[in-house]
C-alpha cells in the first residue's frame, strides 16, 4: 500500500489551487501542502479569515498565497479563476473542498444569482471553476480532486431539467445530488480530457467545525470515536493525490485516470468511470455527459 502523504519539500515547483481551505480538512490539505513544498493559491471569502487561518500553520505557511473568492458566487469564481490565471502559468492541482451542509438554515435558499445555495456551493461553483481552470490544469497534465463523503449514503441524482432544484421533491436534496454531481463530475472530466487525472474522497466521519450542529445521531457516532478519520489524514490524502508520483503512474502505465479514495488506504468504493451506482440508481457515461452539458449552460459556458 503507498503512503497517503507526499514526500515533505519535494514539490517547489507545483502550484495548487485550494478552494475551501480555511478551517477543518482544507485547511490540513494546505498545511500538508506547504509543507511538501507546494505553493497554494487559497480561494477564500474571507481573507482576513483565510490570513488567521494560515497564521496557524507556522512552518512554510509563505507558500500560500490569498485568492479572493466566494464558491456560492459564479461571477467571484470567475474573478478568482481570471485572478489564478494572472498570477501563474500552470495549475498542477485544482483542490475543490469547500462545501456547506444542509442542515444549517444559512446554507439554504437562493444565491444572488438565483441558483440553489447548496448546489452551487457543494458543486457548481466547482464545475465552473474546473472549467476555468482547463487550460492551465492540461498544461501541466494536472489533476482535480473533489470531496464527496460515503457513496453509499447517497440518493437522488439531480434531475437534469431542474439542477435549480426550483420544483419541491421528498425524494431528493441539494445536497446529495451536489455530491452525486462531484462523483458524475470527476468521471466526465477524465472522459473528456483523459490527460488529466481525476479524483473524489470518501473522508469518512471527521470531527471538525463542519459538524459541530449536526444532527444528534451524526454527532453521537463522533463523539463515540466510531469510523472516525483526523482532519490531518484527509489532508495528507488530498497532497497524495495531488502531488505524488503514484498517481499519475498509475494513468501513465494503466490508463488509471480516475480515483475514488479513502484516507485508510484502500480504494474507497468499487465504482467504474462509466457507471457510478448510488442505491438503485445507475448514473451512466450517457447521464455524466449530459449532466456537464446542463451544468455549462447553467453557468453560462457552451459544453
Known sequence: MPPRRPS?????????????????????????LTNAGANVLLVARDRAGA?????????????????????????????AAAAITARVGRVDALLCNAAVPDW???SRGRTDEGHDRIFTTNYLGHY????LLLAPLTEARGRVILIAGPQRFYRGAPRLDDL???????????????????????SELARRHP???????DPGLVATDFQKDAPLPLRLLLALGLFRNA????GDLYAWLALDDEPRRALDQRGENVRFESPRGARALANG???????????????????????????????
Not at 53 to 79: E, F, K, M, N
Not at 128 to 131: G, K
Not at 164 to 186: E, N, Q, V
Not at 195 to 201: C, D, F, G
Open 231 to 234: 482532519p490531518e489524514a484527509v
Open 104 to 106: 444549517r438554515a444559512s
Open 273 to 303: 468511470r462509466d457507471l457510478l451506482v448510488f442505491g438503485q440508481e445507475r448514473l451512466d457515461a450517457r447521464y455524466q455527459a449530459r449532466l456537464w452539458d446542463e451544468s455549462a449552460r447553467l453557468v453560462g459556458l457552451s459544453a
Open 164 to 186: 435549480d432544484y426550483a420544483r419541491p421533491s421528498s425524494d431528493r436534496t441539494a445536497y446529495a445530488g451536489a455530491k452525486i454531481a462531484c462523483f458524475c463530475l470527476a
Open 128 to 131: 465552473l471553476m474546473t472549467r
Open 51 to 79: 490570513e488567521a487561518a494560515l497564521a496557524t500553520l507556522g512552518g512554510p505557511s509563505h507558500r500560500a498565497q490569498i485568492v479572493d473568492g466566494d464558491v456560492s458566487s459564479l461571477a467571484s469564481i470567475r474573478g
Open 195 to 201: 490527460r488529466l487525472l481525476t479524483a473524489v474522497i
Open 8 to 32: 515533505t519539500g519535494a514539490y517547489a515547483d507545483r502550484n495548487v489551487v485550494v478552494v475551501g481551505g480555511t478551517r477543518g480538512i482544507g485547511l490540513a490539505a494546505v498545511a500538508a
